[in-house]
Nanobody, 128 residues
Framework: HLQLVESGGGTVQPGGSLRLSCEVS????????IGWFRQAPGKEREGVAC????????YYADSAKGRFTISRDNAKNTVYLQMNSLKAEDTGIYYC?????????????????????WGQGTQVTVSS
């Protein structure tokens, strides 16, 4: 079954940067879309950035455009999220999710992961 392990969160000041990592196992091959999702306190989980199986065709939520970059290393079964110019509203628990059938945009907009599989998440706190 799909397993996802997120890491790299922490506490940073506004304007700072963080790089999140997510290791994926349980899917045969690399033919799946994958993305990063954020759940802020009291809010539903939302898609932040998603990327296709080859590493192309990335989709970003409006809040992430120009500040975040998603990438993947299929040799390491790992997806990354480089977050720059962080703001207080970026605070939340960040999860990665993956699916074989949804388009990248649908994956992000639906905040979906195959079989509702999510990792434990990694906390990002942006505060002065």
């Amino acid at each position: 079954h799909l397993q996802l392990v997120e890491s790299g969160g922490g506490t940073v000041q506004p304007g700072g940067s963080l790089r999140l990592s997510c290791e994926v196992s349980g899917f045969t091959g690399n033919y799946y879309g994958i993305g990063w999702f954020r759940q802020a306190p009291g809010k539903e989980r939302e898609g932040v950035a998603c990327i296709g199986s080859s590493g192309g065709g990335a989709y970003y939520a409006d809040s992430a455009k120009g500040r975040f970059t998603i990438s993947r290393d299929n040799a390491k079964n790992t997806v990354y999220l480089q977050m720059n110019s962080l703001k207080a509203e970026d605070t939340g628990i960040y999860y990665c999710g993956a699916d074989r059938q949804l388009t990248v945009q649908a994956l992000c907009q639906m905040a979906h992961s195959y079989d509702n599989s999510w990792g434990q998440g990694t906390q990002v706190t942006v505060s002065s």
